[in-house]
Nanobody, 127 residues
Framework: VQLQASGGGLVQAGGSLRLSCAAS????????IGWFRHFPGKEREGLAC????????YYSESVKGRFTISRNNARNTVFLQMNSLKREDTAVYYC?????????????????????WGRGTQVTVSS
């Protein structure tokens, strides 16, 4: 499975960006996809995820109401629409295959599933 993240760039505070995560390879359409971001010197933060089966979504509190995750199954692509961007949203954003559900062994919706990651895309929000 290969994941290709794109869509990052420079945007003014209050603006919007849409990130894309294109998946390819055998069984790539069977995985839930999560979006993460990484701030220098901090742990990676899970933002949102979407299931492969029924499109169920989950959002972290830090982005709920501002970010929207969606999936185009025909294109095998997951999007992250980011609105009302703030300077503190500046980070490298990644997509990865995740469980996007609770299990008997983890309550972490962003628990890895298969360990596939896309290369990051930089998002910079200026004031």
């Amino acid at each position: 499975v290969q994941l290709q993240a794109s869509g990052g760039g420079l945007v003014q505070a209050g603006g919007s960006l849409r990130l894309s995560c294109a998946a390819s390879g055998p069984t790539s359409d069977t995985y839930a996809i999560g979006w993460f971001r990484h701030f220098p010197g901090k742990e990676r933060e899970g933002l949102a995820c979407i299931s492969s089966s029924d499109g169920t979504t989950y959002y972290s509190e830090s982005v709920k109401g501002r970010f929207t995750i969606s999936r185009n199954n025909a294109r095998n692509t997951v999007f992250l629409q980011m609105n009302s961007l703030k300077r503190e949203d500046t980070a490298v954003y990644y997509c990865a295959t995740v469980l996007c559900r609770r299990t008997s062994y983890s309550n972490d919706y962003y628990f890895p599933d298969g360990g596939y990651w896309g290369r990051g895309t930089q998002v910079t929000v200026s004031s």
